[in-house]
């Protein structure tokens, strides 16, 4: 009966890697659109999970974390 759970996940982390994915194409011009671009992506994390369980605040560093890098690879 996990067929169901599995499949929902699998679609949240698709999800969640194509947030990922759109929030790294957008330009970021300010600290507001760089914190509005951190929510989203952690929240993805969140859903991933099925929402439920994990933290708030590791999800906010891991993303952060995530599109400083990547800003930094493509800045280099």
Known sequence: MTTGFVSKRSAA???????????LDTESGSVAQDTEQIARLAYSYWEARGCQGGSPREDWLVAEGELRAERTAVEA
């Open 13 to 23: 982390a698709k999800e969640a890697a194509a947030s990922k994915a759109r929030l």
